[in-house]
Nanobody
Framework: QVQLVESGGGLVQAGGSLRLSCATSERTFSSADMGWFRQAPGKEREFVAVISRRYSSTYYADSVKGRFTISRDNAKNTVYLQMNSLKPEDTAVYYC????????????????WGQGTQVTVSS
């Protein structure tokens, strides 16, 4: 059974920073693109960022570009999401996902999901 374990969420003031982590098995990590999605109350799950399994290429949603950075540590089988200059509209449950589909911004391209971690940004 594939497990993705997230950590690092919390409450932060606008303008602050948080770093999310997502750990999984070596087998999953080495074979998958790793993505982050988020879901705010009453809204659909939306793409945030992805890092490819080969070359660690990255891609971001326009709403987070320049503020968030996704990275992966192959030795620890962990993907990170560094979030800076946080805004109240970044408030959501953040999900880590592993997959390899063609449309990296769509949830259907990911086979495995973490349990989610809450990020709350106060104004």
């Amino acid at each position: 059974q594939v497990q993705l374990v997230e950590s690092g969420g919390g409450l932060v003031q606008a303008g602050g920073s948080l770093r999310l982590s997502c750990a999984t098995s070596e087998r999953t990590f080495s074979s998958a693109d790793m993505g982050w999605f988020r879901q705010a109350p009453g809204k659909e799950r939306e793409f945030v960022a992805v890092i490819s399994r080969r070359y660690s290429s990255t891609y971001y949603a326009d709403s987070v570009k320049g503020r968030f950075t996704i990275s992966r540590d192959n030795a620890k089988n962990t993907v990170y999401l560094q979030m800076n200059s946080l805004k109240p509209e970044d408030t959501a449950v953040y999900y880590c996902a592993a997959g390899g589909g063609m449309v990296v911004v769509h949830p259907s391209s990911y086979s495995y999901w973490g349990q989610g971690t809450q990020v709350t940004v106060s104004s």
